[in-house]
């Protein structure tokens, strides 16, 4: 099974940036497609993007088109996220993925079942103030 830690987290002010980066070790993820998910207390752990094995093909949920970019290095074993124009909304834990399949799998609404990712990251906050 592959360990997934994320670094980067941190605060920063409305429209700033933050790059997450997580790492796997214990097994390549080249051969997966990879998942950067958000959970604030009491409510349900959410996709934010999503890349294939590739690199070539990515999915973001709607909240973040067009300020966030998910990005992998399979050389280096590392998935990324650039976070860019920031809002407050955007605050809380971030996780890394790991899924099950070369391709991230969804239905029309975006979402797909949460037992199609097998590897979890511990987290990491990201606070954005206004």
């Known amino acids: 099974q592959v360990q997934l830690v994320e670094s980067g987290g941190g605060s920063v002010q409305a429209g700033g940036s933050l790059r997450l980066s997580c790492t796997g070790s214990?097994?390549?993820?080249?051969?997966?497609?990879m998942g950067w998910f958000r959970q604030a207390p009491g409510k349900e752990r959410d996709l934010v993007a999503a890349?294939?094995?590739?690199?070539?093909?990515?999915y973001y949920t709607d909240s973040v088109k067009g300020r966030f970019i998910i990005s992998r290095d399979n050389d280096k074993n590392t998935v990324s996220l650039q976070m860019n124009n920031m809002k407050p909304e955007d605050t809380t834990v971030y996780y890394c993925?790991?899924?099950?399949?070369?391709?991230?799998?969804?239905?029309?609404?975006?979402?797909?079942?949460?037992?199609?990712?097998?590897?979890w990251g511990q987290g990491t906050q990201v606070t954005v103030s206004s």
């Open positions: 993925a790991g899924y099950t399949a070369q391709y991230y799998h969804h239905g029309p609404d975006g979402k797909g079942p949460l037992s199609e990712w097998d590897s």
């Open positions: 214990g097994r390549t993820l080249s051969s997966y497609a």
């Open positions: 890349v294939a094995w590739s690199g070539l093909m990515k």
